[in-house]
């Protein structure tokens, strides 16, 4: 049989940049033909101890040579480690571990529906969600973002998700009726362009949910695990969740989710209502136990919090010497937008030309994600660099 070579044999949903990494070490990564980047997307939030990281590297390899698979059907000891750690470090009880954000996004959704229906209030399944707002990929996470540009053509979506304008607090309460279940959203936008919602306005939502008997869900694939400062963004709130999905980080670059809950909303999810065949298998728990390990010694999240303070000082400065490039910066730790005037795709290639790598967002936004354990040498490099590519703009 003769193949239609017009099409890659890798399908080409991503336009993809002409760059082959084949080493990391750090916040540094090495491409095949000899040139270096500093690696200010980490994979879009999911390498968050750098490339290598030596424990991680260790605590894999150890696993790999003992087992790696058994199947949820029996006990698997590093995943009860993980489960008991993210217990004791947050607001959940209980967790089920998936593969990916868009999974533990499902395992969100079904677990909110789930406890509706299993306390009798059988009409109540539909969730509110945000404009601009990101849950994965799959037919129920796009149906809840609601974003043409993820739903053009997979019609019919899946039903059940009423969606408001972002930071509208009484657009919010104007959809809530007898059918509502819950309301789901990223305490700082990632895709959306790292856009924080405000502390006054979770608490908002909690008072919402509270007066009407509705869980809240916090998506945070790509604001948890330290990228904050905190282990979890909404920890800088004071709010809590009663379901809340995470992944990206989670593993360090080794794919697992997690669906962390409370016990009461985990309440209708017994006995083979959900599953997953690799979720939390042993080395993927072994490898996130491995990544917990580091962040939660002593002084890492404050580390975060300090060179945060620093990179975001550091581009305030810039912002102001290239008024004509920069408009602004956001963002929360080692989460940051930088606002574009220019189109952001033109910098974001202008600071890869310079050998910084970043990812660009919604609302004309470049994303820096840098790994958590960056030092401050290598964010005044990361300045130099933006800061030669703004020059180059201006020009
Ligand atoms: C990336 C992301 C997801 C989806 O995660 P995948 O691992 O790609 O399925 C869900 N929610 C948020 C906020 C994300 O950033």
């Known amino acids: 049989m003769t193949k239609n070579e017009a099409i890659p044999t890798v399908l080409p949903v991503y336009n993809r940049i002409d760059l082959v ?20 997307a980490s994979g879009i939030a999911v390498t968050g101890l750098g490339h290598a990281h030596p424990h991680l590297v260790e605590t894999l390899q150890k696993q790999a040579a003992r087992v790696w698979h058994v199947s949820n059907l029996f006990r698997i000891d590093p995943l009860e480690r993980l489960a008991d750690r993210l217990v004791a470090n947050s607001f959940a009880e209980t967790v089920f ?35 601009g707002s990101f849950h994965g990929r799959t037919m129920a996470t796009i149906s809840a973002a609601g974003e043409t540009r993820l739903t053009e053509g997979f019609a019919p979506l899946l039903d059940g998700f009423d969606r408001v304008p972002f930071g509208d607090h009484d657009a919010v309460r104007a959809a809530i009726t007898e059918e509502t279940a819950a309301i789901m959203i990223e305490p700082v936008q990632g895709e959306g362009g790292i856009r924080p919602v405000p502390k006054e306005c979770l608490q908002g939502l909690r008072e919402l949910c509270d007066e009407h008997d509705l869980l809240l869900i916090f998506d945070e694939v790509q604001c948890g695990m330290g990228r904050t400062g905190k282990l979890f963004a909404h920890q800088l709130s ?13 593993g360090g670059g080794f794919p697992i989710g997690a669906c962390l809950a409370t016990a009461r909303a985990a ?129």
């Open 21 to 40: 990494f084949e080493r990391g070490e750090g916040a540094w990564l090495y491409t095949n033909d000899g040139r270096k980047f500093l690696d200010f």
């Open 97 to 131: 571990a998936c593969n990916s954000g868009a999974e533990a996004m499902e395992a969100c959704i079904k677990m909110a529906r789930r406890f509706q229906w299993a306390r009798g209030q059988q009409r109540r399944n539909r969730i509110i969600t945000f404009e």
């Open 238 to 250: 004071g709010v809590t969740p009663d379901i809340m999905g995470s992944a990206k980080g989670l």
């Open 267 to 395: 309440s209708g999810m017994t006995t083979s209502t959900h599953g997953s065949t690799f979720g939390g298998n042993p080395l993927a728990s072994a490898v996130a136990n491995a990544v917990l390990d580091v962040m939660l010694e002593d002084g890492f999240l404050d580390r975060v919090v300090e060179r945060g303070r620093y990179l975001a000082r550091k581009l305030e400065t810039l912002a102001g010497t290239f008024p004509g490039v920069i408009a602004g910066t956001r963002g929360e730790g080692l989460m940051l937008g930088i606002k574009c005037i220019a189109p952001h795709l033109e910098l974001s290639a202008k600071l890869r030309e310079n050998g910084l790598l970043s990812v660009p967002a919604a609302d004309n936004i470049v994303r820096l994600l840098p790994p958590m354990t960056i030092s401050e040498e290598e964010i005044d490099i990361a300045i130099d660099m933006i800061g030669e590519s703004c020059r180059a703009m201006t020009t």
